[in-house]
């Protein structure tokens, strides 16, 4: 498959065609429903683009680079009854895609911002085919990318990208918290990125359970209760003894 179509115009499709380029696969046509977004892609990388669908070319392979409740809808759209046609979400299932077409999933577990540098053969890729002929097809397509491809059903891959959701959305808007409790008392929210560095390094070693640290492993009640006097906000507040309770009990089980 050395021929591609992305539909989509967003931070993901952005990426995925960049990291196609980057390994010589032939990028035909971008779409996207608004215009204005294809042809900004278009310019930086030099492709051709439309906003019709009907006016796709025809290509080995389809990728939907979209928001997961478009996926369905674009699918019903593509022309070519032959085509291969893939989604990139790690939350929506194979049968999203239109049956009777050669459907499958090619999952980046990354977060992907504009304008970000990445190394994307570091970056961890799950495929899903309906058959094994085309599996195998997605696989050698996806090790030109990336050094880590494996198989993944639509059900595990559900359950990964809830994992991602903790790993990377929640903590976050963890750090924005922090961030606001650090502006609140003129503090600079940068003495913590040190921590926060450090804290995501030592897991390159050890196991989260056996890097864990901090006044609820050490059932260091006091401090716990002095924390929770300061937090206003009743919702966090709870998140907070939420958290201690949950280290607690976790570490009381070894």
Not at 33 to 44: F, I, M, P, V, W
Not at 124 to 139: H, K, T
Not at 171 to 182: E, G, K, R, V
Not at 233 to 243: N, R, S, V
Request: contains cysteine; aromatic residues 8%; glycine residues 4%.
């Amino acid at each position: 498959m050395q021929t591609v179509v992305v539909l989509g115009a967003g931070n993901v499709a952005s990426h995925i065609i960049k990291a196609l380029i980057q390994n010589t696969f032939q990028v035909k046509q971008i779409y996207n429903r608004t215009l204005q977004r294809a042809e900004l892609l278009s310019k930086e990388f030099n492709i051709p683009f439309t906003d019709k669908i009907s006016e796709i070319q025809k290509a080995d392979l389809y990728i939907i680079a979209t928001s997961d409740d478009s996926i369905k809808e674009i699918s019903f759209h593509i022309p070519y009854p032959e085509a291969m046609v893939v989604h990139t979400s790690g939350s929506m299932s194979i049968e999203e895609i239109k049956p009777g077409l050669r459907r499958g999933v090619i999952y980046p577990l990354q977060t992907l911002t504009a304008g970000r540098n990445l190394e994307y053969e570091d970056i961890p890729i799950f495929i899903e085919a309906e058959n094994s002929q085309d599996l195998e097809s997605l696989r050698k397509f996806a090790e030109k990318i990336s050094l880590n491809v494996q198989d993944l059903d639509s059900k595990a891959r559900l359950k990964l990208h809830m994992s991602a959701v903790w790993v990377n959305n929640f903590t976050n808007h963890i750090y924005q918290i922090a961030s606001d409790f650090c502006a609140e008392n003129g503090v600079s929210f940068d003495v913590l990125k040190p921590l926060i560095l450090e804290t995501a390094h030592k897991i390159e070693y050890l196991t989260p359970l056996q890097a864990q640290t901090g006044p609820a492993k050490r059932r260091n009640q006091d401090t716990i209760n002095k924390h929770l006097e300061l937090i206003t906000d009743k919702e966090l507040k709870e998140i907070y003894a939420t958290f201690s309770h949950l280290i607690q009990k976790k570490h009381a089980q070894l």
